[in-house]
């Protein structure tokens, strides 16, 4: 149980191009889920914290408007990277809550390359 | 603010020998600790997690750990290692009013034959 599924695991766009990434909770509903940032051989930073029905909290540093997040719906959150440039390649990964004891899930992550 | 410092960025070790990951972590409430294991290019995979209770953690894959409050450490053991077990571990922590799970740098165990 508490599966969440991440597509794409890898995309590659043009600079200049938005590209959205799209993270689904499969047998649990999540209201709360995360989206962290990781850069080869570092840890994961978290960008931001999306909960279902309301606008997401981002961190420190985070550009929102570059980092679109939505979350409609109880078992989907997306990140839209807007613009994107090569600077923003990097490992994307989603985290959802399951509710359960402090249990947290992670997508499989998404790898993104700007060219 | 809550935080994790894993002091060792890698860590050898040959194969069926026991090995100990160090997780240090600085918060000023109650906490919430966690490890993770990352195979490359995947997600995250829970290993194991102290909320309250005993000390001593046991977790999937033959690991354990321990959380020690006089030394703010929660280190992850395992005592015989094997080739499998090489990825990337990283020690997290919950703090306070907080839901966000923090990060700490991330250590590679790298497995020998």
């Known amino acids: 149980g508490a599966v969440v599924s991440q597509h794409p695991s890898r995309v590659i766009c043009k600079s200049g191009t938005s590209v959205k990434i799209e993270c689904r909770s499969l047998d649990f509903q999540a209201t709360t889920m995360f989206w962290y940032r990781q850069f080869p051989k570092q840890s994961l930073m978290l960008m931001a914290t999306s909960n279902e029905g309301s606008k997401a909290t981002y961190e420190q540093g985070v550009e929102k408007d570059k980092f679109l997040i939505n979350h409609a719906s109880l078992t989907l959150s997306t990140l839209t990277v807007t613009s994107a440039h090569p600077e923003d390649s990097s490992f994307y990964i989603c985290s959802a809550r399951t509710g359960i004891a402090y249990g947290y899930t992670f997508g499989s992550g998404t790898r993104l390359t700007v060219v | 603010a809550q935080s994790v410092t894993q002091l060792d960025s890698q860590v050898p070790v040959f194969e069926e020998a026991p090995v100990e990951l160090r997780c240090n972590y600085s918060?000023?409430?109650?906490?919430?600790l966690f490890w993770y294991v990352q195979y490359p290019n995947q997600g995250l995979q829970l290993l194991l997690k102290y909320l309250s209770g005993s000390t001593l953690v046991k977790g999937i894959n033959g690991f354990e750990a321990e959380f020690n409050k006089s030394q703010t450490s929660f280190h992850l053991r395992k005592p015989s290692v094997h080739i499998s077990d090489t990825a990337e571990y990283f020690c997290?922590?919950?703090?306070?009013?907080?839901?966000?799970?923090?990060f700490g740098t991330g250590t590679l165990l790298a497995v020998q034959p």
């Open positions: 997290a922590v919950i703090g306070g009013a907080t839901n966000k799970l923090i």
């Open positions: 918060s000023s409430v109650s906490v919430y």
